[in-house]
């Protein structure tokens, strides 16, 4: 039996020493100790252009028969969980069952094989117990969790700038989403990493809409004076919500269905995810207008990647990125499909050329209200062309 290598733990905080132990593996490694370069210039955006990675992973070949499948990794790890090299505790907004749950829990299966159980991703559901996505990132930085899956609000109190891609009619569709968030993905993975944070992945949340219970929104005026609901800690949607005459209700995602229908009548929200919170069936219309792509990420304190063995911070990499790009491609078709069932049993409304351009001007002075405050007017005035 042999040790981790020397200084491994050292390097880290004793905060974040104290919750994670490298344990003892087996003489006989599956995988060699492939070296990761890390010449990192990480694109930006939660939502959606999952492309490659700021630091690509190099593995040294995988030796025949040498995995482990993860449920015998898992039988091992009930048995014994000091199996596990290194034990990450993950936090997400997602709900247990979710596609997003499966979607990382295959994350976590892959990466228990691909290490021969060295590395155990532990995953908190909704939020790790209640709470919003401002109280996960005070969690990170207290090392009370190692990494997250974020929406863009969560990833802006790490670094406000990356909700410019939220501002209100930015976008007009996916691809130009895409393209944008790539131009300026090494900038924004470089901030995140000077914040103690590395992305592993970008990926998206769905591309909201307009939602209401109980009354029809053809133009921006008929949203005046009825509450509204955004995620707490968004410094963009108050912005919005102020010029259409909104009354804004910030109010956590463990909570809003209690609040659907009475104090709040209108959320902006893709569909899937209404599903998915069990805030469809409230529903009774909606404006097919996209007023934000809602966007994400995966993270993960930077040194507590630092501080992995080379080989397990290449597996945790590579299949992070894999399960961000595959994550994505999935969310946006569910979200695709999702509104096709909502127009179903919903009353639609598809804003005519008129009541457009009245939308396209509200998102506009919106957006404009963000330049200077919260965003720099020099990274907004990049990415917001108009």
């Known amino acids: ?19 994670v132990t490298a344990r003892r593996v087996g003489s006989t490694s599956v995988w060699a100790r492939g070296r990761l370069r890390q010449g990192m210039g990480l694109t930006l955006s939660l939502g959606v252009a999952l492309a490659s990675l700021a630091a690509p992973c190099v593995f040294m070949p995988r030796l025949a028969g040498a995995a482990t499948p993860a449920s015998e990794c898992l039988k091992k790890l009930r048995a014994n ?3 596990a090299e290194v034990e990450l505790k993950m936090v997400t ?3 247990a069952g979710s596609q997003w749950a499966k979607s990382f829990q295959s994350w976590t299966d892959e990466a228990l094989s691909a290490s021969d159980c060295r590395l155990w991703l532990r995953w908190y559901w909704n939020g790790g117990g209640g709470g919003d996505e401002v109280r996960m990132v005070a969690d990170l930085r207290q090392g009370q969790r190692h990494g997250a899956a974020m929406t863009g609000v969560g990833l802006g109190e790490i670094y406000k700038d990356v909700l410019i891609f939220q501002a209100p009619g930015l976008f007009a569709n996916w691809p130009e989403l895409d393209a944008a968030r790539d131009a300026e993905r090494p900038f924004f993975e470089a901030e995140f990493r000077k914040r103690g944070f590395e992305i592993i992945g970008w ?8 939602m209401t219970v109980g009354f029809p ?5 008929d949203l005046k004076g009825r509450g509204a609901w955004h995620l707490p800690g968004d410094p ?7 010029k259409l005459g909104a009354k804004a209700r910030p109010t956590s995602i463990g909570e809003v269905g209690s609040h659907l229908g009475k104090d709040i009548q209108a959320i902006a929200s893709a569909p899937y ?12 219309n909606i404006t097919v207008i996209t007023p934000v792509f809602i966007t994400g990420a995966l993270v993960i304190k930077k040194e507590m990647l630092d501080a992995m063995p080379d080989d397990l911070r290449a597996i945790f990499q590579s299949t992070g990125k894999k399960a961000a790009e595959t994550l994505t491609k999935t969310i946006r078709f569910q979200d695709g499909e999702a509104l096709k069932r909502m127009k179903q049993t919903k009353e639609v409304y598809q804003p005519n050329a008129e009541d457009m351009k009245a939308w396209q001007e509200a998102f506009r002075e919106a957006r404009m ?3 200077g405050a919260p965003f720099t007017p020099e990274v907004f005035d990049r990415i917001v062309k108009h």
């Open 81 to 83: 969980p000091k199996v």
């Open 236 to 242: 963009v949607a108050p912005k919005l919500l102020a």
């Open 1 to 19: 039996m042999i040790e981790p290598k020397r200084g491994w733990l050292q390097r880290m905080s004793s905060e974040t020493r104290a919750m």
């Open 203 to 210: 990926g998206d949340v769905g591309a909201g809409k307009i």
């Open 93 to 95: 907004l997602a709900p």
């Open 369 to 371: 209200s963000l330049r």
């Open 273 to 284: 995810v209404s599903e998915q919170l069990q805030l469809a069936s409230k529903i009774t």
């Open 217 to 221: 929104v053809r133009r921006p005026e």
